[in-house]
């Protein structure tokens, strides 16, 4: 099964860009790459997923590395209410879509 | 978008009391529903697959006499905590999906936050 490793915390300034690492250096060919946000208190939200080029949505923008091992989330400019913690998931077991969740990054926004 | 939307949002019980929590997918229909438990600074656990119509599929070292996940229908799954204790205290979440389709977005419930004293 692929793993992924992120940094256990980040801290960031209110309105700046943010740029959330992710190594996920056993992937296979045609493994999705996953992300999802937990607020406190709250369950998980989805943010974004890709499989090879780069993935851009209202919330979020998805760098995925030439080679796929790693890939980088981007919020663009971060407000206080993207203080959370954020998942870059193994791709989903196929078939069954089960996210398996490890510690994530949390994301400190300072105003 | 596609909402899951638990129920309580948070509970008190009894040591050796059992608890339900609900799960519904309010505009689609969920075949299957994933139950978590998260305790505090820590990650979600995956705690068993609940398929409608059919018996869960639960995790290694998960209970399936402990926790009890029955999925009626396409809309409602639900977990009983079964004579809770006080270590059974935790958030739990359900999530499920719009569709079957490989890396398809899952959707999440708020959580509930379950206290066993």
């Known amino acids: 099964d692929a793993k992924t490793t992120q940094p256990n915390s980040m801290e960031s300034n209110e309105e700046e860009p943010v740029h959330l690492p992710c190594n996920h250096s056993?992937?296979?060919?045609?493994?999705?790459i996953h992300w999802y946000r937990q607020l406190p208190s709250q369950g998980p939200e989805y943010v974004i997923h890709?499989?090879?080029s780069n993935v851009n949505n209202r919330m979020a923008s998805l760098a995925i590395a030439e080679d796929r091992k790693s890939s980088t989330l981007i919020l663009h400019r971060a407000t206080l209410r993207d203080a959370a913690v954020y998942y870059c998931?193994?791709?989903?077991?196929?078939?069954?879509?089960?996210?398996?969740f490890g510690q994530g990054t949390r994301l400190t926004i300072n105003p | 978008g596609a909402v899951v939307s638990q129920h309580p949002s948070w509970v008190i019980c009894k040591s050796g009391t059992s608890v339900k929590i609900e799960c519904r997918s309010l505009?689609?229909?969920?075949?299957?529903m994933f139950w978590y438990r998260q305790f505090p600074k820590q990650s979600l656990m995956l705690m068993a697959t609940?398929?409608?119509?059919?018996?869960?599929?639960?995790e290694q070292g998960v209970e399936k006499d402990k926790f009890l996940i029955n999925h009626a229908s396409l809309t409602l799954s639900t977990l009983t905590v079964t004579s809770a204790h006080p270590e059974d205290s935790s958030f739990y979440i359900c999530?499920?999906?719009?569709?079957?389709?490989?890396?398809?977005?899952?959707?999440f419930g708020n959580g509930t936050r379950l206290t066993v004293t």
């Open positions: 056993t992937i296979s060919g045609t493994d999705y």
């Open positions: 505009d689609f229909q969920a075949t299957t």
């Open positions: 609940s398929n409608e119509g059919s018996k869960a599929t639960y």
């Open positions: 999530s499920a999906s719009v569709t079957t389709i490989d890396n398809s977005p899952l959707h």
């Open positions: 998931i193994p791709p989903l077991i196929q078939g069954a879509q089960k996210l398996v």
């Open positions: 890709g499989l090879t």
